[in-house]
């Protein structure tokens, strides 16, 4: 932020094809392809709309005929919905498991989309990447809350998107897709089909602005400048492993704050898909969550919600790289005390 006020007065208010933002673009382009060791060939492209607008994109740039949809929470659910509801498209094969898991995808030679979530933001639930068809059957991963605090092998998707305020410590409104050279042929073949596509979901479109360092229409600066501060500062903290690592260290001491604690306990039961940059915990129903969250917001630590819909008594608490491990151990020592007090006037 402190940044950001610096080169406010300079920055903001340039027009998007001007040098100055032109670099930033250039600078986010190259330090992302670095950080995520992207293989050859495959591409940085970046757009307005954030993730829930890069699932319209991939509706209709990406997806030609039928999609497999992971189903295992609310965003995963999102864009299986806005499959369904395209006219265009075959009914989308959708596989589902029960919150708190993670189904398992099964090749199809009938699809030509998998669509992965690496880590469903809503329930706490991280699945591994990984190819399930052969490479024309292209593999989308929304990694929206995973990108930049967990492990990934690009050659492994073609479509590794997500919005810049997760791991990335930014601001919304954004959405980085990074593409495989299999993606971008599929993406010129769709969008010079004669399928009706919106210019501003048109990939190719914002494939051939991207290449020029631009985007198709005027992007938020400082969703830009904020998100290439925090690229720079990971990168020169050891990049995606150093950053990985953290964020393991953190989800480490939450769950087994939760494993060790007579009111926790780790929502997702198989410790393989526990997530370690979004921890859901369950907590005991003498202590209310929502409660524990009340005090805590009251405090300054804020959005320890539950996701709304789970309807559970639940914690949720990100633990994205930006997040110091020491103050993860602090909030465990918080909702502890909080705790505490909840369950004496409770007994009074
Ligand atoms: C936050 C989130 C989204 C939605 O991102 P927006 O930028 O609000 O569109 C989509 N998918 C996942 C997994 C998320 O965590």
Known sequence: MRALAEVGPTLLGTSHRQAPVKALVHRLRTGLGEFFQAPAGYEVVLGNGGATGFWDVATLSLIERRSQHLVFGEFSSKFAQAVHEAPYLDEPEIIESPPGTCPTPIANPSVDAYCLTQNETSTGVAMP??????????????????????????????????????????????????????????????????????????????????????TYNTPALATLFLLAQQLDWL??????????????????????????????????????????????????????????????????????????????????????????????????????????????????
């Open 129 to 214: 990447v990984e190819r399930v068809g052969p490479q024309e059957q292209l593999v989308l991963v929304d990694a929206t809350s995973a990108a930049g605090g967990m492990r990934v092998d690009l050659s492994q998707t073609d479509a590794y998107y997500f919005s810049p305020q997760k791991c990335f410590a930014s601001d919304g409104g954004l959405w980085v897709a990074i593409l495989s050279p299999t993606a971008i042929a599929r993406v010129e073949q769709l969008c010079r089909s004669d399928r009706w596509i919106p210019p501003s979901l048109n990939l190719l479109t914002a494939v051939a602005n991207s290449r020029q360092d631009q």
């Open 235 to 348: 990168l020169a903290q050891g990049g995606l492993e150093w950053a990985a690592h953290r964020c393991e260290e953190s989800a480490g001491i939450v769950y087994d704050w939760a494993l060790g604690s007579d009111f926790a306990t780790p929502f997702v039961s198989d410790p393989a898909w526990r997530s370690p940059v979004v921890a859901t915990v369950d907590l005991d129903p003498s202590v209310s969550a929502q409660d524990v969250s009340a005090v805590l917001r009251r405090n300054g630590i804020v959005d320890t919600d539950a996701y709304r819909k789970l309807g559970r008594n639940q914690l949720r608490l990100g633990l994205f790289p930006a997040v110091e491990p020491a103050d993860v151990r602090q909030l465990t020592l918080a909702i502890d005390w909080v705790a505490a007090r909840l369950r004496e006037q409770h007994a009074a």
